[in-house]
T-cell receptor, first 115, second 108 residues
Framework: DAGVTQSPTHLIKTRGQQVTLRCSPK?????VSWYQQALGQGPQFIFQ???????QRGNFPDRFSGHQFPNYSSELNVNALLLGDSALYLC??????????????FGPGTRLTVL | KNEVEQSPQNLTAQEGEFITINCSYS?????LHWLQQHPGGGIVSLFM???GKKKHGRLIATINIQEKHSSLHITASHPRDSAVYIC??????????FGKGTRLHILP
């Protein structure tokens, strides 16, 4: 049973470019959440997708957008990259039908460097 | 003030020592997670708890809902326990709020 997978593992972009990160949830999970973790900090919640819709959003600008596909996989898109967007981007999946306390399983992350 | 505070921020101990990491939070929660993050970034969920105490091997997690406090204990610590330990709470809207983590270094 594959856990949460993310691609790519590392990515280098320049300011102003756009980037797409991908996440495949753990088998049987239907909810995907995205987090940004700056160096030396705890992760910050970006948004959560369920049933192909953005259900919740953290304090991130509209440059950050996402998508969830019918197979529950998800993409995170960041437009007009800034140096401050350099971070580890983590994806986590959970099973919304499992009850109110949805344990999240994390992927290995994508490390984005913006030059 | 952060909604989730962890202490200490950094901890260095000798192999075999009993380790305690504390987490205090200021919001209403439905559950609390303890996570382990090794260098390179991968996060592993250690515990999710909403009351009482859970134990897994040498790891013990406790939570006091009234005091809004949780602790993670490691017994007989080992150098392979060296990692960042993150406390994260799930608020009433099912959003997760993370602490900044405690960097643990166990010396052989």
């Amino acid at each position: 049973d594959a856990g949460v997978t993310q691609s790519p593992t590392h990515l280098i972009k320049t300011r102003g470019q756009q980037v797409t990160l991908r996440c495949s949830p753990k088998s049987g999970h239907d909810t995907v959440s995205w987090y940004q973790q700056a160096l030396g900090q705890g992760p910050q919640f970006i948004f959560q997708y369920y049933e192909e819709e953005e259900r919740q959003r953290g304090n991130f600008p509209d440059r950050f957008s996402g998508h969830q596909f019918p197979n529950y996989s998800s993409e995170l898109n960041v437009n007009a990259l800034l140096l401050g967007d350099s971070a580890l981007y983590l994806c986590a999946s959970s099973d919304r039908t499992g009850g109110p306390y949805n344990e999240q399983f994390f992927g290995p992350g994508t490390r984005l460097t913006v030059l | 003030k952060n909604e989730v505070e962890q202490s200490p921020q950094n901890l260095t101990a000798q192999e075999g020592e009993f380790i305690t990491i504390n987490c205090s939070y200021s919001v209403g929660i439905s559950a609390l997670h303890w996570l382990q993050q090794h260098p390179g970034g991968g996060i592993v969920s250690l515990f999710m708890l909403s009351s009482g105490k859970k134990k897994h091997g040498r790891l013990i997690a406790t939570i006091n809902i009234q005091e809004k406090h949780s602790s993670l204990h490691i017994t007989a610590s080992h150098p392979r326990d060296s990692a960042v330990y993150i406390c994260a709470v799930m608020d009433r809207d099912d959003k997760i709020i993370f602490g900044k983590g405690t960097r643990l270094h166990i010396l052989p």
